[in-house]
């Protein structure tokens, strides 16, 4: 049995991406394994946050892990601000990590953008946060989209870095757990950029609580290219939004993309895009009314954050208390 931890961002509402690269992956290895899913709400403010909608969408995101298949009895459900153990061992980390290792961060470049100058310095450790929400549980398995390799191989360094500076082999190594196929969701608007809760283009991206006429409208106007879709999966390569559309349907159809293709290659876009609607308000649609449901009371959503707050804390507050006594702090009184 392996300790598994992964968290999301409640920036925005989880969106297809979400689900396809991480989500169905966490409930998946909720079976046979301790698994910890957490709400990063410190991780969101290294962006400016309405702090109203912040609230709001802590609690819906959650609400949406629910009804997607996270069972809050058996999984530690819990937003990160809960438990402080996160932001004491980060400190440590923000200590550990060298500035030319955050530097080279590509989330770090591609956010900074031009205007280093006037990013949160939040924005700059936020890799050393989430290296202390995996490692104050001692987790292995960190199941994550492929755009958070890089964070989790700095994690590793971190950890190994710890190790050596203060003596010990306190903690573990961590083993990253993609899902090559559907790692990299692509924007329906750009099939060069990921589909992202960041994208100022809501029509990039389908939400998972998008009612049934926006995802068709959404889908509808997917970018495409004028050429039919090709008999052959090596001829995407250079047809970002063809391979991304081809993507989500293998994906919820549960089929390779040379099966799709082998039914609608040789044609225009229109027949897939049809049929991809139906595929994901089938998959949608329950998973929409459950969350809806469960968000109309925010008391109850409340309460499981809370139950699962004590319970990750009950693990993570020894393992931060023993790692500050490492460092050489005094024990807490
Ligand atoms: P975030 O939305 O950045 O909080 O990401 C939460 C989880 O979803 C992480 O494991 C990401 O790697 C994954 N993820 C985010 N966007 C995508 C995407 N476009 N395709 C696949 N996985 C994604
Ligand atoms: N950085 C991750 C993302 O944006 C979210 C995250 C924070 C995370 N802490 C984590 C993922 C710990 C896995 C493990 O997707």
């Given at each position: 049995m392996a300790r598994i931890f992964s968290g999301i961002q409640p920036t925005g509402i989880a969106h297809l991406g979400n689900y396809l690269g991480a989500i169905q992956n966490w409930v998946a290895l909720q079976e046979g394994n301790e698994s910890i899913y957490c709400l990063v709400d410190l991780?969101?403010?290294?962006?400016?946050?309405?702090?109203?909608?912040?609230?709001?969408?802590?609690?819906?995101?959650?609400?949406?892990?629910?009804?997607?298949g996270i069972d809050p009895d058996h999984s530690i459900l819990f937003h990160q601000s809960a438990v402080h153990a996160h932001a004491r061992l980060a400190w440590i980390f923000n200590?550990?990590?060298?500035?030319?290792?955050l530097s080279r961060m590509t989330q770090f470049k591609d956010k900074a953008g031009?205007?280093?100058?006037?990013?949160s310095t939040g924005l700059f450790v936020y890799p050393n946060l989430m290296a202390a929400d995996i490692l104050a549980y001692h987790a292995t398995e960190v199941p994550v989209g492929d755009d958070q390799s890089q964070h989790l191989?700095?994690?590793?360094?971190?950890?190994?870095?710890?190790?050596?500076?203060?003596?010990?082999?306190?903690?573990?190594?961590?083993?990253?757990?993609?899902?090559?196929s559907t790692a990299r969701i692509m924007s329906l608007r750009d099939g060069t950029k990921k589909m992202s809760k960041s994208d100022t283009s809501d029509q990039s991206r389908i939400n998972l609580t998008d009612d049934n006429d926006t995802i068709a409208q959404k889908i509808r106007r997917a970018k495409t290219d004028p050429a039919d879709l090709p008999d052959h999966p090596e001829k995407l390569e250079t047809r970002p939004e063809a391979r991304n559309l081809v993507g989500i349907f293998a994906a919820l159809a549960n089929v390779s993309p040379a099966e799709v293709l082998r039914e609608h290659g040789n044609q225009g876009f229109g027949h897939l895009k049809e049929r991809l609607t139906e595929l994901v308000i089938t998959k949608l649609t329950p998973i929409r009314e459950e969350t809806l449901r469960l968000a109309g009371d925010s008391t109850h959503i409340d309460q499981i954050l809370q139950a699962g707050a004590v319970r990750a804390a009950a693990i993570a507050n020894p393992i931060v208390a023993q790692a500050e006594r490492l460092v050489g702090l005094l024990p807490a009184a």
């Open positions: 991780h969101a403010i290294t962006v400016w946050q309405d702090p109203e909608a912040l609230r709001a969408q802590t609690r819906t995101n959650a609400a949406l892990l629910i009804a997607c200590c550990v990590a060298r500035f030319g290792w031009k205007d280093r100058e006037a990013v191989e700095l994690a590793n360094d971190i950890a190994q870095k710890f190790n050596h500076d203060y003596r010990t082999e306190f903690f573990p190594a961590i083993h990253p757990r993609i899902m090559n």
